[in-house]
């Protein structure tokens, strides 16, 4: 092979359309990484330098070495798929030149926000806001709903709504659980009570994107981002501890970079439940790899306890009762 046709191939084979082919890409070019066991999307393909790096195993490269390595194959054997993918055949033709084609992905489906504002107005009647005013009062929890867009459901008697509004002010969907008024834990029993605005609605091909819990309080400020896992949690601590912008993620799982694109220039201070330390520790050397002027740490107040599951929550609670 000559380097000629080397150089040519590197030209003319786009590494986003070829690696588009092979595993699910998003439009930002995040995709969860082939070469180890992930759920997050550590692999980042950069179309402008034709490179690929997994921020989570450190794999990286060019086309070639990405084909190389996902088919098991050898660099002439990566060359000619390329070479075939891109329909360049034996680089006589140069009048097939492959165009690439701009990557797509599905648009993102909105809940109309006249739905949530109506549901909203009930906010008070769920079991998760009977919980909150008990331990904060009628004045602070009902500050703290209206803030995050609480809303109720009548999916199940007592069921409350946590709505996802991005910056935009769009309404990405709601997530209904209940709640049991008197230990504020989740319902889980018999069937975990968890389900979406959208799917109850049986809204068509709608295309969820999550955003994180309480991102719309992103807008207008600078100020620290806390966050948690749990919705009931970004709130309560948004009452104990106002100076923050206290957001929930749901899970590990979707603290992912493209997630963070909002959080972009800010100082974040991720706070994980007990148990899932060393998890998200890993996570944030991850992203302060791929976010350079982002800071993301992990706060360290529970990682002294034992007790799986134990959040945030269950400690600033446990702290109210202590002083009462
Ligand atoms: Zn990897």
């Not at 999916?155 to 910056?167: E, M, S, Y």
């Amino acid at each position: 092979m000559q380097s000629s046709q080397l150089k040519y191939i590197k030209e003319k084979a786009d590494i986003l359309q070829v690696v588009k082919s092979l595993i699910p890409l998003t439009a930002k070019g995040y995709a969860q990484c082939p070469f180890h066991t992930e759920k997050s999307g550590s692999l980042k393909v950069d179309g402008k330098k034709q490179i690929f790096k997994c921020f989570g195993c450190g794999a990286s490269g060019d086309v070639i070495d990405f084909v190389m390595r996902y088919k098991n194959i050898t660099y002439k054997e990566a060359f000619n798929w390329i070479a075939d993918f891109c329909r360049i055949g034996d680089f006589k033709d140069q009048a097939k030149d492959f165009v690439p084609e701009p990557v797509k992905e599905l648009p993102v489906s909105y809940i109309k926000s006249e739905l949530m504002i109506a549901c909203r107005e009930k906010s008070n009647i769920n079991n998760f806001s009977t919980w909150l005013r008990k331990h904060f009062g009628d004045r602070k929890a009902a500050m703290a709903l209206a803030t995050y867009n609480v809303g109720t459901s009548k999916h199940w008697p007592g069921a409350v709504v946590f709505w996802q509004v991005d910056t935009e002010s769009n309404v990405r969907s709601g997530k209904i659980m209940l709640y049991d008024p008197e230990t504020g834990k989740r319902v889980k029993e018999p069937y975990n009570h968890i389900n979406w605005v959208h799917k109850v609605l049986d809204l068509v091909n709608f295309n969820l994107k999550q955003c994180f819990f309480g991102e719309h309080l992103l807008n207008g400020n600078k100020k620290r981002v806390c966050i948690v896992e749990s919705e009931k949690t970004a709130i309560v601590a948004s009452i104990v501890y106002p100076d923050q912008v206290w957001l929930a993620s749901g899970s590990l799982v979707n603290l992912t970079a493209e997630r963070c694109e909002v959080l972009k220039g800010r100082e974040i201070i991720l706070f994980p439940d007990v148990g899932a330390f060393p998890a998200w520790e890993e996570k944030a050397e991850y992203l302060n790899q791929v976010m350079p002027d982002t800071h993301f740490a992990v706060d360290k107040t529970l990682s002294g306890y034992t007790q799986k599951g134990y959040d945030l929550c269950d400690y600033i609670i446990d702290d109210l009762n202590h002083f009462k």
